[in-house]
């Protein structure tokens, strides 16, 4: 295995890193700024006009649909050419969607890619990879258990030409944006089927009659509204024709898995930049702070949490490294196991730097004068985000075990 960046990998880091420095670490308060404006006008889910100047600049530079491997306009990256990249997305919240790499968006342009039609890539998928409209994945529901999704109760009924939708989502992340045109809709269309093929997959226009937008969900008191939100959507005698269902009846499950396999590691890759940053903060808060008459720095507890930081932070972006080159190399199944490892550590290692790094600025860490409080959050979102950490250890438990049985 050899993780060292190649020269087309260096040449991209160096290029985002200084997009990321010059214009988008400084653009992070304008937004927040415009963002409070728009909520103060009641339009708490449009998106902040600077970042159409960021996406703008970004796709100027070739700094676009760097996720996209597989089609003409990706950047055509290997999962680990794309890692390092990543992780620095990940030091901003705001910087995903100004390289048109963000979720849901990427998930569902690669399930589009790889699994939809000419009529549904040419409608859905070409204004997607533009950056001109939003999309959202309406998967888990409030009444069942969605970590496993073969609870799922939404049904999907074929009825003539048309396929008739009745369930209640949430969580459909994006979905609140006003600029959100499509929902990637997974229900049930068989129910006496094999248990995987029970579920389908299906392209819903955001304006069809029958959809009812009931709430936008916080996390942790955040509205999350400069990600477009996410919503409680009720789908009631929803009518679509069958030319949206997406690689036919009873792939949803399949799609899914193909899905989520991507989108696990990019959330990975993402946290890592995320405790880059925080530990960054956090050196640079210690050796400026003075208490008990000497700098924070040179307190025995504080050196331990950023000692112990450094550790932890490379080991995930090791076992991280591994999970791209596995994929590359042998498939996502064949990733399997490391998919799920990197899901379960990351987000606690991140989690944990982030907590350490609030601690060692005090009250300032959980203001809105540092990203930190933000990015607790969502590393401890990301804990139930595609797959809770225990469905992932009961996995790995049984593929353990399937040696000794």
């Not at 730097?353 to 300032?364: C, L, M, N, P």
């Amino acid at each position: 295995m050899d993780f060292g960046y190649d020269s087309r990998t260096e040449e991209l880091r160096g290029q985002l890193q200084a997009f990321i420095d010059s214009r988008v670490i400084p653009a992070e308060k304008v937004f927040a700024d415009q963002a409070a404006d728009l909520v103060s006008q009641g339009r708490p889910f449009e998106r902040p006009p600077v970042m159409e100047e960021l996406k703008a600049e970004a796709r100027n530079q070739g700094l676009w649909n760097l996720f996209l491997a597989r089609h003409p306009e990706g950047a055509g990256l290997t999962n680990l050419q794309y890692a390092p990249l990543a992780e620095l997305t990940g030091r901003s919240h705001i910087t995903p969607e100004a390289l048109n790499c963000a979720a849901p968006d990427t998930g569902n342009m690669e399930v589009l890619a790889e699994f939809g039609t000419r009529q549904q890539q040419d409608r859905w998928l070409r204004p997607l990879l533009d950056g001109q409209i939003r999309s959202a994945f309406c998967m888990t529901e409030p009444e069942v258990a969605s970590s496993d999704a073969t609870n799922i109760a939404t049904r999907i009924e074929r009825d003539g030409d048309s396929y008739v939708i009745n369930g209640r989502k949430w969580w459909s992340s994006g979905a609140m944006d006003p600029r959100c045109q499509i929902f990637i809709v997974m229900g049930k269309t068989s129910p006496e089927a094999e248990r995987h093929r029970q579920q389908s997959q299906i392209l819903v226009p955001r304006d069809t009659p029958g959809i009812t937008i009931r709430r936008g969900m916080r996390v942790f008191g955040y509205d999350d509204g400069t990600h477009g939100g996410h919503a409680e959507i009720e789908f009631s005698d929803v009518r679509v024709p069958v030319e949206n269902i997406i690689a036919g009846e009873g792939e949803g499950f399949a799609i899914a898995q193909a899905r989520l396999g991507p989108g696990r590691i990019h959330h990975c890759m993402r946290l890592i930049g995320a405790a880059e940053r925080a530990l960054e903060l956090m050196c640079r808060r210690v050796t400026g702070r003075v208490a008990f008459g000497k700098p924070l720095a040179e307190q025995g507890v504080i050196q331990d949490w950023i000692a112990e930081s450094r550790v932890r932070i490379e080991q995930a972006r090791l076992l991280v490294l591994k999970t791209a080159w596995l994929m590359d190399t042998v498939g996502n199944k064949g990733a399997h196991t490391e998919i799920q490892a990197i899901k379960i550590a990351t987000p606690r290692m991140t989690q944990w730097v982030v907590e350490k790094a609030i601690q060692a600025h005090g009250a300032a860490g959980v203001s809105q004068d540092f990203p930190l409080a933000q990015m607790w959050s969502a590393a401890r979102s990301i804990r139930l985000a595609d797959g809770p950490d225990e469905v992932h250890k009961r996995s790995l438990a049984h593929r353990e075990l399937r040696k000794y049985l």
